[in-house]
Every structure is written in C-alpha cells, then in structure tokens.
C-alpha cells in the first residue's frame, strides 16, 4: 500500500494558524477574542486595554514554564477551540528568557546556546525555533486553532514603504511557514478594516477566498455602549473550514467522476459509441478539469480506433465511410 495518499483520500487540517497585526490601538487583540471558544496567553500584559464585553478567559504570564501548565489545561478541555497569543513577538522573548536560564553546556563548560555577550547563538535560536513549532503542533494536533496577535513594522525599500508583522529575527520566516491565514488590521478615514490580501504595501495571507478590504463591525458606539456581538472571526475561520470542506468534497467528487470517464471510455467501440461518449460528457456536471480530462481520453480513443472528428458536424467518423459517402453523391467523382 502507497504511503501517498490521493486528492480524494486527504483530511483537513485539524485546526489553523492565523494572524492578525496591525496599527496600534487598531483593536487587532479585540478582534482576535472574536474567535470560537477563545483563551488568551497575555505575555504582553494587553488584556486591560480591551473592553471587559470582549474579553475572553486569559492567563498573564509571567514565566514560559506557565505556557506548559496552560497547554495542559488546553488540552483537557472541550470548550477552549481557539488559543490567542499576544503578543508573538513577546511570546518569542519568554523562549529565549527560558533558553538562557536553562542553557546547556559543552564539555568544555561552555554555554551552548548563549553567546559571550548574552544574546542568543545560533544553537541558540535553533532551539527557539524548535519550541516555537512544538507549541503551534501541540495545539493544532488537537484540532484547536492558534491566533497570534503582533504589531506592524514599517520597512523600506527604496523610496517604497510596506509593512510586516513585528516579530523579529528569522524568526519571522519561521513563523510566516506555519501560518495559514494572515490579517492586516488598519484604520481608513475613521473606520477599521482587515485585509487577507497580500500587496506590496504590507503582508497578508488568504487561503478561503476572502474578499479584498473588510470594515470591521463597530462593537461600542460614541457613547462606550456595547452596541455590536464580537463574533467576526468565528466568521472568518467557518468560512476557511467551510473552503476546505468543499476542496476536499471536490477531489473526491473528480476522483469519482475520472473512474466514470475511464469506465464508460471502455465501451466506445466505433465512431457512434464515440459520439455518445461526447454527449455524455455534455450533460454531465464537471469538477476542476474533468471536462479536460474526458476530452483527452476519447482522442486518444479515437486515434487507436482510427476515427477522425468532423470539423463541420463536430462528430467521429471512419474515414473510409466518409470517403465513400462522399463518391455515392458525386461530389467527390
């Protein structure tokens, strides 16, 4: 048996990793509790800044070490479907606070993962990048989702000006991999917004077909009066897993449709079996490039059974019948 499995035979993704950053005070960290059945690791001591209507269940840490204990009560529980993380960037300096209290030693005596200035070495930061990816898997492999929550970052080139998510280090890279969507949150006029679509001016990410720039709904009015439910993302990621849901529907739907092809281009046998193949294909209801695929097989068919399609009728005929077709009317005398 293959280890290889096909389009039609593949599982979705447990849970997904996304990301939303953006201006401050643009309400990327409320945004983020909208999220399904949401907890969130405070490593950066935001939590006060959102309303007390949108906050969620939060653990402020203190040490990394407390990140172990919340992964274990995550776990455990049912209820929590969505891990918010803010800040990343925070979070990425907990791991290297730990790594230094808890450096190893070559057998000369000499700290492996620390430099002689302090900062981490490479080993250093390989093992940062290793605790990075074991949190997201150890979340994710559960069928939780992780949100993190960063701040935007203004780089140049050239005379042009772009955004990214204030991470830091390869760090960055590493993370960019695990993500499957990205949000740009920003203030337009007086309205806030979020794009997962990538530009030039600043990093994005859409994987479930979002539109271009949304306005996020307005939860308190001028007066501080809760006005709104906090529930866009629960939006977002139904509409991720709903894309996934149907992609994987699909492939097993042209998986089943290739064998029909294959099976019913078995009984074309002559030039009217041919043409009742291409009827066939005409009233039936074709996913991704199944139409391609019919059309390659019956000319294939066609060519080992010696058939010709006529440009004018649009059907397979012998030659030899055409021919001869041809000479009883005269035309061809």
């Known amino acids: 048996m293959s280890l290889f499995k096909k389009p039609s035979e593949l599982t979705a993704k447990p849970g997904i990793v996304g990301m939303i950053y953006g201006q401050p005070g643009s309400g990327k960290s409320t945004l983020a509790c909208s999220a399904p059945g949401a907890v969130m690791l405070d490593y950066d001591g935001g939590v006060n800044r959102i309303n007390g209507a949108h906050q969620v269940p939060t653990l402020q840490i203190s040490t990394w070490e407390q990140t172990a204990e919340a992964l274990a009560e995550i776990k455990a529980t049912p209820e929590i479907q969505t891990v918010l993380i803010d800040t990343v960037g925070k979070q990425l300096a907990f791991m290297e606070e730990y790594i230094k209290r ?16 302090g900062s981490l070495s490479m080993k250093g930061f390989g093992r940062r990048k290793q605790m ?17 929550i960063a701040h935007d970052k203004e780089d140049k080139d050239g005379d042009n000006r772009y955004f990214r998510p204030d991470v830091g280090g390869s760090s960055a ?6 993500l499957d969507l ?49 529930n866009f993302f629960c939006k977002v990621i139904a509409n991720y897993k709903n894309r996934i849901k149907s992609n994987l529907e699909n ?14 281009i078995e009984l074309v046998t002559d ?20 139409a391609a695929i019919a059309k390659s097989r019956i000319s294939r068919k066609a060519k ?23 000479t009883t009317d005269g035309s061809a005398a």
């Open 182 to 230: 990205v949000g740009y949150v920003q203030i337009i006029g007086t309205e806030r917004t979020i794009t997962f679509t990538p530009t030039g001016a600043y990093y994005a990410k859409d994987t479930c077909g979002m539109p271009g720039i949304i306005p996020i709904p307005s939860l308190i009015n001028s007066d501080g009066v809760v006005v709104g439910e906090n």
């Open 102 to 117: 808890n450096v190893t030693f070559s057998k000369g005596g000499n700290p492996v993962e620390v430099n002689r200035d």
């Open 132 to 148: 990075f990816v074991d949190f997201i898997k150890e979340i994710t492999v559960i069928g939780k989702n992780v949100i993190f």
């Open 251 to 264: 492939n097993r739907k042209l998986d089943s449709l290739k064998q029909e092809i294959d099976k019913n």
């Open 271 to 290: 030039a009217d079996s041919a043409n009742n193949f291409v009827d066939w294909c005409k009233s039936i209801e074709h996913i991704y490039n199944s």
């Open 304 to 326: 080992e059974l010696g058939l010709t399609l006529d440009m004018t009728t649009k059907k397979y005929v012998k030659p030899a019948e055409s021919a001869k077709e041809e």
């Open 173 to 178: 890279t590493d993370l960019m991999r695990e």
